[in-house]
């Protein structure tokens, strides 16, 4: 099978990049694999992610620029459809057309065609659209959307990504062959409000874990991009000041980029933590900061699937979590695991309070290990892979 992986970028840090790269590569292993990216050529960077190692074909690709009169003809019915007109399959297919205007759309259709594959995938919602509005115009056999962040993330956060356009990702989605999503969560919540069937696969650990962590070291880990509210940064700070007034022992490391970074920097200061509380950068190395950790705390106000969860557990990480969706699916009734309400500060000092002063964290160790060890293996996962493509 010919295989091509349409991407806004495969050459730097992120979670859909890491995922991207390890299920391209295990396809290239029997399929011939091309990603087509939107990054930068200057990015290039094939020792990221192994991309060096696989027989994976990288391809460049860049929409032009829309000149002023597709900008003045096109604009003004998108900002329309978003806020005043009804929406129904005419105005969407209107809006497909205002939003993706027809240079970019032949140039997409161009480039797609000339290698003929059997498979294409649209990595993320916005580019699996433009493929649903160009799909009866491709040459390929089968044309998938690959869901990286939740249905709460797309259509019901303020702001949410897709803000106004859950009609439009309804009616343009039906025409994709299949749609996957990372959880069955998602796939109810597809179903049950827009009448989409999808097809769920987990996203696989994109690390191999070179040791266990520290129980001993007294730290609370916490990983992710710096981006406003999404990992909920500034409410892992709070609670962690709050747990300060009872423990004078443990520390927080916060590894990541982003910009919220100097808001969160800023913070640590107003709370007073700045020697208790440290923000690292993002790192090839991120093994290094799992092994030195004795717990992770995923304190995100969503998630479609976090991968730095899997990651930590791979380490034997004890894991405090928010009890969003995702999370509820994967680990409401693991001994290893404790869920915090949602953006509650004070249930979050409660819960590292409750771990800090635990003589069981080696168990709740030894259980994680063991759970990562059977969960979200590659094997399983390629599997599922492999079903939707050659079925």
Same mark, same amino acid.
């Given at each position: 099978m010919k295989i091509c992986f349409f991407c806004d970028s495969i050459f730097s840090i992120g979670g859909v990049q890491k995922v991207l790269a390890v299920i391209?590569?295990?396809?290239?292993?029997?399929?011939?694999?091309?990603?087509l990216t939107m990054d930068d050529?200057? $990015?290039k960077d094939l020792n990221m992610y192994s991309l060096k190692e696989?027989?994976?074909?990288?391809?460049?690709?860049?929409?032009?620029?829309?000149?002023?009169?597709? #900008?003045?003809?096109? $604009?003004?019915?998108?900002?329309? #459809?978003?806020?005043?007109?009804?929406h129904n399959r005419f105005t969407s297919y209107l809006y497909s057309l205002s939003s993706f205007p027809r240079k970019r759309r032949m140039q997409l259709i161009r480039i797609l065609n000339e290698e003929n594959y059997d498979i294409i995938i649209g990595v993320h919602a916005f580019l699996s659209i433009k493929l649903a509005t160009i799909r009866k115009k491709l040459n390929t056999k089968k044309v998938i959307g690959w869901m990286h962040n939740s249905y709460q993330a797309f259509f019901e956060n303020n702001p949410a990504y897709l803000d106004g356009l859950k009609s439009h990702f309804k009616f343009q989605m039906n025409k994709l062959n299949d749609i996957i999503v990372l959880t069955k969560t998602d796939a109810e919540l597809y179903k049950k409000n827009l009448g989409l069937e999808t097809k769920v696969i987990y996203n696989p650990v994109t690390i191999t874990a070179s040791g266990i962590c520290n129980i001993e070291s007294k730290t609370f880990l916490s990983v992710g991009r710096m981006s406003y509210k999404h990992k909920g940064f500034d409410i892992l700070i709070k609670a962690f000041t709050l747990f300060c007034k009872s423990n004078k022992d443990w520390k927080l490391n916060i590894v990541g980029d982003g910009p919220e970074k100097e808001n969160l920097e800023q913070l640590i200061k107003n709370c007073k933590m700045e020697e208790r509380i440290k923000i690292f950068?993002?790192? @090839?190395?991120? @093994?290094?900061? #799992?092994?030195?950790?004795?717990?992770? %705390?995923?304190?995100?106000?969503w998630e479609g699937f976090?991968?730095?969860?899997?990651? $930590?557990?791979s380490?034997?990480?004890? %894991?405090? $979590?928010?009890?969003?969706?995702?999370?509820?699916?994967?680990l409401d009734d693991k001994s290893f695991c404790v869920l915090f309400k949602n953006e509650d500060i004070n249930a979050l000092a409660m819960n590292m309070l409750l771990y800090a002063k635990s003589e069981s964290l080696r168990i709740y160790s030894d259980k994680a290990l063991a759970f990562v060890k059977h969960e979200n293996n590659i094997q399983s996962i390629m599997f599922n892979w492999e079903k939707i493509i050659n079925n």
């Open positions: 391209a590569i295990e396809l290239s292993k029997v399929h011939d694999v091309t990603i050529v200057s $990015a696989s027989n994976i074909h990288i391809k460049f690709f860049n929409f032009t620029e829309t000149n002023n009169w597709d #900008y003045f003809t096109h $604009a003004p019915f998108s900002g329309a #459809y978003k806020k005043f007109l009804i950068p993002f790192t @090839q190395d991120i @093994q290094k900061y #799992y092994s030195e950790a004795s717990v992770y %705390i995923l304190s995100s106000r976090p991968l730095v969860l899997m990651e $930590a557990l380490f034997g990480l004890p %894991i405090i $979590a928010s009890d969003i969706p995702v999370c509820k699916e994967l």
